[in-house]
Structure formats: structure tokens, C-alpha cells
């Protein structure tokens, strides 16, 4: 016990002042309506810049237990300054707030442009720290800004997984005109990563990609504050969740207005405006690949269109969370899920898939834009993914780790789709082995596996395996199967897959 190190008698104490309460210090913390407490972490602190006393703060929150979207900046009245506050030991703060020490001090360093900020809450921090998502130093001179051409692409979370490039045949396919955008090169979304602050150099980020799959993960990086609070993107406001790499000079802009087509981004909604007048494009730029009804898909190489699929990465960034900055979209391709209308494509959601994947993952990255969540748009993302991969004649999965939500959505989408497929099954007498639901589906078979068992539908009989689907399984798949729901219609899909050569991927 080094009874020295902490300035506080014991870590926990009942009560304090709001002077006391230090990053790191835990809480009661007010969320939520009908309020209640909830115990939460102290992130960040900075001043409020609206407020006349100028010792004012507020402070970023992270809740126990809960999803980091929810954390947020509150008033420190929503703090219970009677109850237990746990203190940070002062041994390890070191290591464990390095970076959040520079985003609390960046509040109030001189020149912090706090003043800034927009009169409501909407305001948004982005110290140093924070931009960088690697404790501060990557985004500090030469963070980028909108002309810096620095490569960016956020890209997945996960463990390492190893991968391989195999392919080599010939390039067959070519659909359509894939126009190349390098003329939005004025919008170049910047990375906060560079040789000097961040954890990997390009040509090491590039050897990651190689060998590591896409969702590898970089602790160190995970940002912890949130530096946008707020997008606009066609009609709609969207409130973002997660820290993404964006510009540090946009970092305390209210609003971060976004043009939906080629998701350049701007900090003036004049900005914008005038960008439009010049920004043709009515659909992502890319390959139609399906069109059905008012549903179309396109196919975007990360090669050819660098900077939507950058712009891209910064986007969804903001609604998926531990994802590591990577420089290079190139490994990728894009599947672009849009709306028509009579002002054109409007983006929903994406997919984007690495074009060789030798753990033959079908998705790499997923997001339904959050206005359009909970409408079925991600079944139908998920659905389009298994399509491609029926043409491929491969067996896909989504890349791990799943997100909350992503676990949630494949879970149903598997259970629909296997259940409604042995129910159709049963009619004609033939069983089906777990290696012919996924042919069938194009279903990896540890899915299958999985999802059978989570619907605890395998029982052990006469010494083996067998598939048994309890009444309410079927109850509930035929209650699912009523919901009025788009579905994938193979016939639209005008795609053949394409085959890269071993110089093609090289992303150099
Ligand atoms: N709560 C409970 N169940 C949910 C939820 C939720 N918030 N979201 C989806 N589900 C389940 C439900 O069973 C739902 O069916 P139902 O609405 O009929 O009950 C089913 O999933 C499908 O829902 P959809 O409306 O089709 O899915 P949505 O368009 O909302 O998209 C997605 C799902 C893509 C995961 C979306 O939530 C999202 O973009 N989240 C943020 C990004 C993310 O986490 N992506 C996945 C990361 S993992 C990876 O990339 C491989
Ligand atoms: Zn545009």
C-alpha cells in the first residue's frame, strides 16, 4: 500500500465537492427520462464556454455497463456530489488516462477554441487527445486539416486475424462506368494519423491490412470522446454516437453538414450549398449492380474511388464503435444501399468487403444510417451480402467481433432464414444436415451451428445430432414471416465477381 501516491485517504469516499471530481473518478451520474442515476466514469472536463463563471464545467460521461453511445457531456448538476465518488488511484492514472489527461487539459488550454462552440449542447469537444483516438499526440502538429491529402480510412475493430492474398487470375469484370472522383480531391476527409503520432506508419498500416484482416484493433486508439454531436445529411439531423477521425477543426462545429451524394463534408451550411452547385453526382459514384423498386445497390472499389470510400469510412465511423484508422481503402469494395427519389439515390446504408478475405468473410464493416434503423434496411444489407456470396459460390460470414447491434441483426436474420428454410424443407420429407443449410444459404456452417443452437433446436437422439424445431420457433417464424418486408430479388442483381490480380492487390 503506498499510502504516498494518492492525494485522497482512501479511494472511495461519500461526498465531495465539484472541485474534487477529477477524470477518472467515478459516480452517480443523472440519465435518462425519467432521470435516474446510473454509475458512470468521468472522461473528460472542460469549461463551458458559455457559461459567465468562468471555473464553470462540464464533463464527459461514460456509464457502467452501458454502450459507449450513450456516453455524453453533462452539467455538473446531473452529477450526485452526496453520494460515493471512486477516485482514481494515483499509480495507474498514468497509464490509464494518458491521453484523457490532454483532453481535460486541452479544455482549458490557451487558444482552445472553446469559445467556439454553439450555444446549446450540442456543442462538441474534440481535444487533441481525442482526435488522435491514440491519447493525444497523433493529432498535434500536423494534424491534418481539410487540405491536408493524408490518407484516411476508418475501418473495423477486432482481433487479428490471419489473412492471405490468393488471388491472381485474371480480371473479368467490368460493369458499367466507375468514374473516378479524385476531382472531390477538395474535400479529402484527413486522417488524425501520421508517421510521428500514430501507432502504425503507413507502410506498417499497409502490412496490417496484408496480413491482419480489417477489423484489427488497436486498443491504444480507441478514442474515448466523442468530437461530433451532430450531422446533416439530405433531410435529416442525425445525432452521431462514436468518435471519428474528422478534421480537428470540425471537432467543435454544432452541425457537421454532409452532401448525402458524395459525402463530402462541410462546416457551414453555406458551404454545403455552394458545393452542391458544383456536386453532380445524384447516386453514389460506382456500379448499379440492383435496382428493385426504389432500392438500388452500388459497388464502389476503394481503389478507383478513393475519396467517396474515405469519406465513406469517416461517416460510418461515427455509428460503429473501436474502429482503427486505417490509410487505405483500397483493400475494399463497397456496397452502397440507396433510396430513390425524384432528387436522386439517397445513401441508407453500406457494406464494405474485403476483396480477397481468406477467412472468407462476406462483410467486413455494416451500418444502416440511424435515421433509417429498426425499418428492416439491415436485413436487408445482411441479405444482399448472402447474395453476392451465393454468385461467388462461397460460404460468407460478417467479420468478428459483431457489434450489439450487428449480433442482434445476423442473429434474427439467421434464425428467419434457417428456420423458414427447414419449415419449407419439412414438407418434402428430406432432412437437411447442417453442411446443406449452409450450401443452401451461404451461411457459413459454424452459423448454422450457432444459430441452431441458440434456437435450441438440436437434440441429442440415439447417439446423434438431430434438428428439432420446438412449436414455438415456428410459431415465431411464421409470426416474423407475416411482416410486410423488402427482400433481395436475385433477378436484380446484374453482378458478376470480380477477380483481382496479385498486382491489383498490391496497395501501394
Ligand atoms: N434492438 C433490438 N433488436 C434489434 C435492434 C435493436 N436496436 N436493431 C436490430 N435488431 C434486430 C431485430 O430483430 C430486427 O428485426 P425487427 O425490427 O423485425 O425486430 C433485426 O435485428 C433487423 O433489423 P433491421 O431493421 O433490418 O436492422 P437495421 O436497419 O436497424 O440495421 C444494423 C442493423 C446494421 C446493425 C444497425 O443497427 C447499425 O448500423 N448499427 C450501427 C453499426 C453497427 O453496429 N454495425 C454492425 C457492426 S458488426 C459488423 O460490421 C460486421
Ligand atoms: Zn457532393
Redesign the pocket.
Known sequence: MSAVSSPFPSTIVTGGTIGSIIVGCKLQVLHGQPPEYRKAEILSIRPTPTADDATRCEYYVHYSDYNKRLDEWVTPERLNLLGEIEYPKLKKPKAMVAGIGKETGKGSEPGTPSGRVSKNNRKSNLSKAATTGKGGDAAAPGTPGPSNKRKAAAI?EGPSQAEGTNGSTPSIQVQGDDDEDEDMNEDIPSGTQDENGGVFSKEQEIEKLRTSGS?TQNPHEVARVKNLNLIQIGKHEVET?YFSPYPVEYAHLPILYICEFCLSYFPAIKQLSRHRLKCTLQHPPGNEIYRKDDISFFEIDGRKQKVYCRNLCLL?KL???HKTLYYDVDPFLFYVMTMRDEDGAHFI?Y?SKEKESSEQYN????????Q???????????AFSYELSKVEKRLGS????????????????WSEAIVQLLVEQQKTGIELSIDDIANRTAFQPQDVLHTLQNLNALKYYHGQYVIVLSDTVIKNSER?AK?K?REVDPKALVWKPIHFTATQLRFL
Do not use: H
Open positions: 473495423e477489423m454516437w460510418s455509428f460503429l464503435d446504408g457494406f462483410v467486413a464493416c455494416i451500418l444502416t444510417m440511424p433509417y434503423q429498426r425499418m428492416g434496411f439491415g436485413r436487408l444489407l445482411i460478417p467479420e468478428k467481433p459483431l457489434s450489439d447491434l450487428g449480433l442482434l441483426s445476423y442473429r434474427a436474420f416474423a411482416k418486408k
